[in-house]
């Protein structure tokens, strides 16, 4: 199938690197549209939908191919190979930003840079390791979602948005949950909040930069000072914001941040 249909794939903006901007579960890309057009000068800009999200033709959904990240990573892999010109730099969303790290494990040397907004190498706490989430709080979780997804949908998104005072942003989220197909919602929830990329993280060589929230219910700020420690090439940056979707609720500063990581590349 063809890559701009399968995914939605939209390219703007021009120069020398490209930056994929990739969204977390229950998004899609219109995610982004407060940050990317902030590059749009300086850069290529590829956004895509994840398969079974946003405008991303759900023919092209193989419930074996994603029954693990890997299926999400090479499809990740695909867009760059077809779209990428220079150097490239993955902007990754929550999840997303693990789908990247597989996609660059699984073809060194295609990604030049990762940033990760909100990201998570384990939702689930283990002796030494704290991820935000016990197991039977996941558990629970994927209950509710399995038994009732709309009604799920429409009291966490609020929550994980956080943003008090943009109660719009919520609705937003809401309504961006509710678009995406159960099944493949609930399945896509399974995969992420039962994932453990702790190993893939471990001494990964390629510049990172990690934006989190200064208050994020889906990733403490323990998960962020743990990538910082296991990514020897990576630089951790604090957003004074709330929820766990920066690049909306506070996309100026998740701008700043990016353009001093891509200055550090040579890419600004």
């Known amino acids: 199938m063809d890559l701009r249909t399968r995914n939605n794939v939209k390219v703007a903006g021009q ?4 930056l994929v901007f990739s969204h977390g579960f229950g998004c899609d890309q219109s995610m982004w549209r407060l940050l990317a057009p902030h590059f749009a000068g300086r850069f290529k ?3 895509y939908d994840l398969v079974g999200a946003g ?4 023919a092209g ?6 029954s693990s990240l890997q299926g999400y990573a090479s499809d990740l892999a ?14 990754g969303h929550s999840v997303s930003a693990m789908i990247a790290v597989l996609a660059d494990l699984a073809v060194p040397g295609s990604i030049a840079g990762h940033v990760m907004v909100g990201p998570s190498p384990c939702y689930i706490n283990h002796p030494g390791y704290t991820g935000g989430f016990e197991r039977g709080d996941i558990d ?5 979602l399995e038994s009732n997804y709309l009604g799920w949908a429409s009291n966490m998104a609020p929550a994980i948005m956080g943003a008090p005072g943009q109660p719009a942003l919520g609705d937003e989220l809401t309504n961006s949950f509710c678009r995406t197909d159960p099944e493949i919602a609930k399945q896509f929830a399974r995969l992420t909040f039962l994932s453990d990329n702790r190993q893939d993280v471990r001494g990964l060589a390629t510049p990172a930069l990690i934006l ?5 219910i889906i990733a403490p700020p323990e998960v962020g000072e743990y990538l910082h420690a296991a990514m020897p090439n990576s630089s951790l940056c604090v957003i004074d914001n709330i929820g766990h979707c920066p690049h909306l609720s506070a996309p100026s500063q998740c701008a700043a941040a990016i353009d001093g990581f891509l200055a550090r590349l040579g890419l600004a």
């Open 15 to 18: 120069g020398a690197a490209t």
């Open 45 to 47: 800009l590829i956004t």
């Open 55 to 58: 405008q991303a033709t759900l």
């Open 61 to 66: 959904y193989d419930r074996h191919k994603y």
């Open 78 to 91: 695909e867009l760059i190979a077809e779209y990428g010109e220079g150097p490239v730099v993955v902007i």
């Open 140 to 144: 629970s979780l994927l209950a509710t």
């Open 212 to 216: 989190q929230s200064l208050e994020d």
